[in-house]
Structures are given as structure tokens and as C-alpha cells.
Nanobody
Framework: QVRLVESGGGLVQAGDSLRLSCAAS????????MAWFRQAPGKERDLIAG????????YYTDSVKGRFTISRDNAKNTVYLQMNSLKPDDTAVYYC???????????????????WGQGTQVTVSS
């Protein structure tokens, strides 16, 4: 079955950087929109970044614009989230998700993601 496996989380200090990876298997990866969500304790799971299946467009929620970068390597079936200038408010479990194939939804639309990873914890200390 389809698997999405996140890695790269950890405990860092404010101002540090982390790169999350999400490796997909049993998925026609290049046909799928990929996204990163995060869920902080006691809060809902929020979409923070997305990239279209064809890599034409990316999306970022306002709180991460200019600090986070989403990218994908279709040859490696992997999507990345480069996180710079991390803040304590970035502390959350980060999930990758896949939607498709070849969907035409706007990237800001949070629905339709049929595949999810198990999540990786990111903790930013002040």
C-alpha cells in the first residue's frame, strides 16, 4: 500500500534550521500534489506548504512565508521542507500528505489529501 514516511524532525533552538523529508512508496509520486501540514498541541492540523504535482506552483501559509521552502525530487519520490529561522511557535508534529493524481485544486485548498505520513515532531526551544 502507499506509504509516506517523514524524517528530519528534532529539538532545536530558536533561529536554527531543519530540513524535513517525506519519502513516498507505492505512489505515482510525480502525479501527486504534495503538502506539509502541522499540528501543535491542542490545535487543529493546518496546511503550511504545498507544491503541485507538476512543480509549477507552491503555496505557503503566511506564518512561514520567507522562512520555509517546499521542494520535491520526483526521481527520489521525496518532498522536502526546509525550515529556517525557526521559532517556538513552529513547535508541532509535521505531516506530509499527497493528493491526486493530477488534481486541479488550488494549493490553498486543504481537502482531498488521501495519503498521510505518520508525522515527525519538531520542537523549537526559546
Amino acid at each position: 500500500q502507499v506509504r509516506l514516511v517523514e524524517s528530519g524532525g528534532g529539538l532545536v533552538q530558536a533561529g536554527d534550521s531543519l530540513r524535513l523529508s517525506c519519502a513516498a512508496s507505492k505512489l505515482s509520486f510525480s502525479d501527486y500534489t504534495m503538502a506539509w501540514f502541522r499540528q501543535a498541541p491542542g490545535k487543529e492540523r493546518d496546511l503550511i506548504a504545498g507544491v503541485t504535482w507538476n512543480s509549477v506552483s507552491t503555496y505557503y501559509t503566511d506564518s512561514v512565508k520567507g522562512r520555509f521552502t517546499i521542494s520535491r525530487d520526483n526521481a527520489k519520490n521525496t518532498v522536502y521542507l526546509q525550515m529556517n529561522s525557526l521559532k517556538p511557535d513552529d513547535t508541532a508534529v509535521y505531516y506530509c500528505a499527497a493528493r491526486g493524481p493530477k488534481d486541479e485544486y488550488k494549493l490553498a485548498y486543504t481537502g482531498g489529501y488521501g495519503y498521510w505520513g505518520q508525522g515527525t515532531q519538531v520542537t523549537v526551544s526559546s
